[in-house]
């Protein structure tokens, strides 16, 4: 079974962002970068799916600059027997259908049974990516997955969808997958893991080889919300309190005018 | 290249290239995913528990332990025949620091990974090896190290515990008692110290079900609260004759080659500890609002903020050069021959006055840490719901453990002095020359192209006033300067803020580069900062050691001498603080790491 991890390298969200000169994406320096979330889980999936079927080889793929390297070693390490690296410093700049493009190119004559990625970034947060290679490659894709099982070639999957219900969804292989939090707990690498995996294969693919297609949306502005103002709580008893809000409504806005 | 290492003690009369030490920007990728594990790993399974386990239960404790076997983090620094990692000194520095994000539990973890596993490692058979090591390092059994007894605590050689050849030769008889004992109240295997016929200093590996070993009650303390602390009472304790440890009195070489390990590694979990308090501080003052203000806008809040940055960076700093020092020593050694670790303890103990100062520093960076995070917590800082009555509590072991800090300050310059007497560092020469520049005035002018060049002709003129202060400490008092401790700390002192601000200059400088403007700001910022604290820290004890060794006109000279040597040009101190504040109080962060 060959399967496929798409993940992606983004700041820690704890991190201080500031929005970068051309305001198009925020400022990368003096960041500290790690994998993104949902990539836990869809990296962690596959390694689940190798330990249950056994014969089965998981490639882990990244687009950007050369230090999303540690981020696909930190894949190996976890599990995934082999590390493309799409070297592309513009990474920031794309839109999610090149990214989904460049996935779907180079995916494209590979014949995996399954596609695995997050269900979003935590950075840009787009949702499209994985469903977007899905599209490209004519595949089934079923996205925001909470419960994943495999048997006799079929999935059997959980979505999530809104105000907590969920959804029942079968495919058949080959498929893409989007992973969801609460889908599986994430194993840290362990270290002698973290050592094998500088003996398995990391491959360099240049952009130009697979961006075969065009930008459909551009990012005008990047901007922070505007701060509103602090809210203002009123205490006390009900009719009281009624009282004062009428006043300060009367006094200060227009709405009793 | 092996005899271009820069040896022990040499720093101090030496230059030192930034391109020749190891920093924590040069982390290979490998090393940031063992910190990032360990770290993952205590922040989610250890810290949640923290209350429980500081109220003793050590079930926690030891299914924790299981835990780091599972991850591997119990085997960083034992043979790859024997199922272990053998990483470099870099590694098992970060995932010690990391691992003291767990309080408590990070005592069980160092002392089970540190002096309950290396001497089977280092003095073990390989008979031994294949009973203990894989048990050890899969976290199935807990170690424990037993050299200390009531009557014998820094004087650890003065132990008393006896061991006597049963008539059939087939075992020891071991009697005494051993004091402090961490992880006594689970530990399954005990390097255990007693006198063969009340002479020879031997070890021995005693397991805990060996007839004649009890378990004492478990110490009341202070701080480490969630760490278990015992006597360990051997009563006619039978040990097999196979399991002597090491030759029949030679346990004090195993005994002292353990704590330069040990003394290192203190360092770079304290460092960790800093780091923690100091964020949790930064956090505090951000949120606390008096007089309308957050107090982290407070110029005597800031103040506390950037200082400690500084010093936490020099922490870092010093941890990282010496441990890359001890692997580029240890890379040197075939691994293939017989006597590998004869020659990897020489590797280290070459290095033991620099294990010594990385425990004192980094030891007394902590105390500093905790002591101003609390004054920020204000009253909450006093009471144990907030963190920062625990940091303050927990620190306070690390000055005493691992040898005291006076013992360590002794040894400091103690095996300086050593190596010169043995014609290995040219130091009284270089203490001739230091004199005479007493008496030849300097118009030396600053090349402000040569980065951090105030702070290295500071260094420079440090390590003069070190070997002046030492020079005519020798000559005075000769074989007899042991007995002048006062003026051997001084002396340590003095070798310990260079040894400090040379580790941060030169990381700084071979940092630059790689750092964006902003940083580059900050790096220059902290370097300003700790070079004024350790000009005046040297200075003050090289005032005082003058006063201690000399007198009359040799006395205004060398006074003089302290003048002109701790000079140090700190304009824009104030600026430097008030960078350094703002920004950690924006990233919440320790700024560096
Ligand atoms: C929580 C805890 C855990 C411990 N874990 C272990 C363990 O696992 N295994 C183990 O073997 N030991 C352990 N110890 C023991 C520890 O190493 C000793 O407490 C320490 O070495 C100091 O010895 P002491 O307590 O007898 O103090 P002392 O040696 O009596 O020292 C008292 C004071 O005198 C000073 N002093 C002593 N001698 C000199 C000298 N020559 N010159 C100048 N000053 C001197 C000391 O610096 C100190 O300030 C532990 C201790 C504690 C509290």
Not at chain 1, 109 to 116: C, S, V, Y
Not at chain 1, 181 to 208: C, D
Not at chain 2, 109 to 119: E, K, N, Q, R
Request: aromatic share 8%; hydrophobic share 40%; glycine share 8%.
């Amino acid at each position: 079974m060959k399967i496929l991890v798409c993940i992606k390298q983004v700041p820690d969200m704890e991190s201080k962002f500031k929005v970068a000169a051309d305001s198009r994406w925020y400022d990368t320096a003096d960041l500290a970068w790690r994998m993104n979330e949902y990539d836990e889980f869809a990296v962690e999936q596959a390694v689940l799916v190798k330990e249950q079927v056994g014969d089965a080889d998981i490639t882990v793929l990244s687009i950007g600059p050369d230090k999303v390297k540690e981020t696909i070693k930190k894949a190996l390490a976890m599990g995934c027997d082999r590390g493309v690296h799409i070297a592309d410093d513009e990474v920031s700049s794309r839109e999610p259908f090149q990214i989904a493009g460049m996935i779907a190119e180079y995916a494209r004559d590979k014949n995996f049974d399954l596609i695995l990625t997050g269900m979003q970034s935590q950075d840009r947060g787009s949702g499209q990516v994985g469903i977007l290679v899905a599209e490209l490659l004519d595949l089934p894709g079923v996205s925001t997955v909470v419960a994943f099982s495999l048997a006799d070639g079929r999935l059997e999957l959980r979505r999530e969808l809104e105000g907590g219900v969920k959804a029942r969804v079968a495919t058949g292989l080959p498929a893409v997958v989007t992973c969801q939090l609460g889908l599986n707990n994430p194993r840290y690498p362990t270290l002698p893991n973290i050592m094998k995996a500088k003996k398995k294969e990391l491959i360099t693919v240049g952009v130009a080889d697979v961006l075969k297609v065009e930008a459909r949306q551009q990012t005008a502005k990047l901007y922070f919300p505007e701060k509103k103002g602090g809210g203002l709580i009123l205490e006390g008893e009900p009719a009281e309190v009624a009282d004062r809000l009428i006043t300060i409504l009367k006094e200060k806005t227009a709405v009793l005018a | 290249m092996a005899d271009m290492i820069l040896k022990g003690g040499e720093y101090l009369i030496a230059d030192v290239a930034c391109e020749s030490v190891f920093t924590p920007e040069d982390f290979s990728d490998e090393q940031k995913q063992f910190a990032e594990t360990t770290e993952q790993f205590v922040m989610n399974e250890i810290v949640p528990k923290m209350e429980e386990i500081d109220q003793q239960n050590f079930e926690l404790v030891v299914e924790g332990m299981k835990k780091c076997g599972d991850l591997g983090l119990l085997m960083m620094d034992t043979p790859e025949e024997y199922g272990g990692l053998d990483l470099d000194k870099a590694s098992s520095m970060l995932v010690a620091e990391k691992i003291s994000y767990g309080g408590s539990f990070s005592v069980a973890f160092s002392a089970h990974t540190g002096i309950g596993t290396l001497p089977l490692v280092y003095y073990g058979t390989p008979e031994q090896k294949e009973k203990y090591l894989g048990r050890i390092i899969s976290g199935e059994w807990c170690a424990a190290y037993c050299l200390t007894e009531p009557g014998s605590g820094s004087d650890a050689l003065g132990a008393q515990a006896t061991a006597v050849l049963s008539e059939d030769g087939g075992h020891y008889v071991l009697n005494g008692t051993k004091q402090f004992i961490t992880n006594g109240g689970f530990a399954q295997i005990f390097t255990i110290f007693a006198k063969v016929d009340k002479q020879h200093f031997t070890a021995f590996l005693v397991e805990r079900d060996f007839p004649g070993l009890v378990v004492g009650a478990e110490e009341k303390k202070m701080g480490i609260k969630g760490s278990s602390t015992t006597q360990i009472i051997l009563d006619n304790c039978k040990v097999p004759e196979e399991n002597v440890l090491g030759e029949i009195g030679k346990g004090h070489k195993i005994a002292f080659n353990v704590l330069n390990v040990g003394r290192f590694k203190l360092g770079a979990a304290v460092t960790g500890a800093s780091k923690m308090a100091l964020v949790t501080g930064i956090k505090y003052a951000n949120e606390r609002v008096q007089f309308k203000k957050k107090i982290s806008s407070f110029g005597a809040i800031g103040e506390k903020i950037a200082d400690l940055t500084a010093a936490i960076f020099a922490s870092e700093s010093l941890v990282y050069r010496l441990a890359g020092l001890l692997d580029e020593k240890l890379a040197t050694i075939d691994k293939d021959i017989d006597n590998y670790y004869v020659e990897y303890l020489k590797g280290i103990e070459e290095y033991a006055s620099e294990c010594g100062i990385s425990k004192v520093f980094c030891s007394e960076v902590l105390a500093q840490t905790v002591d101003e995070v609390v004054q920020i917590f204000g009253g909450y800082g006093f009471v144990s719901d907030y963190p920062a009555e625990r940091y303050y509590r927990d620190e306070r072991i690390n000055r005493i453990f691992e040898g005291t800090n006076e013992i360590n300050r002794l040894l400091i310059p103690g095996m300086i002095l050593r190596k010169a007497m043995k014609g290995e560092l040219p130091l009284q020469a270089e203490a001739m020359k230091a004199f005479e520049s007493l008496m030849t005035p300097s118009f030396e002018e600053l090349d402000e192209s040569i980065p951090f060049v105030a702070e290295k002709v500071l260094l420079k003129n440090l390590k003069t006033l070190f070997l002046i202060l030492a020079g005519t400490g020798v000559q005075k008092f000769m074989d007899k300067i042991a007995d002048e401790q006062e003026i051997l700390m001084a002396a340590a002192d003095i070798a310990i803020q260079i040894f400090a601000l040379e580790s941060a200059v030169l990381r700084a400088e071979k940092a630059l580069p790689r750092f964006s403007e902003r940083k580059q700001g900050l790096v220059r910022a902290a370097v300003k900062v700790f070079a004024f604290s350790a000009s005046e820290t040297a200075g003050s004890a090289a005032r005082k050691g003058a006063f201690y060794i000399e007198e009359g006109d040799t006395l205004t000279m060398i006074l003089a001498g302290v003048r002109r040597f701790t000079k140090y040009d700190a304009t824009g101190l104030l600026a430097a603080k008030r960078l350094l504040a703002e920004a950690a109080c924006e990233e919440e962060r320790y700024l560096f790491g």
